[in-house]
């Protein structure tokens, strides 16, 4: 997978391309990792508009994700999944804990 970071004002944005396997999952927090911390970012915005594939453990990372941002206090956005992982996301009661946009 793929992933390209910018940051704009309090916005942090991570873009993710390919499959967010197992293997993808550790530079993947990684990355999203250091633009939570720094200083200025208050929102951070998954771009799933070009994931392919979310394997269950890429679930788990998220919510990891997650509790570090509460605890930073920045708010997760995931943005543009495709039908099929939106599904998945509904399924587990995702847009209970992220808000989802499309």
């Not at 396997?21 to 530079?27: K, L, V």
Request: contains cysteine.
């Amino acid at each position: 997978m793929n992933c390209t970071t910018q940051i704009e004002g309090a916005r942090g944005t991570l873009r993710l391309e390919g499959r967010f396997t197992f293997e993808a999952s550790a530079g993947f927090k990684a990355q999203a990792e250091a633009l939570l911390d720094a200083g200025s970012v208050s929102e951070l915005l998954l771009d799933f508009s070009a994931v392919t594939l979310l394997e269950p453990s890429a679930l788990g990372v998220l919510l990891l994700l997650r509790e570090e941002a509460e605890l930073n206090g920045s708010r997760i956005v995931v943005k543009g999944p495709s039908p099929a992982l939106g599904a998945i996301f509904d399924a587990v009661n995702f847009g209970q804990l992220f808000e989802i946009r499309p």
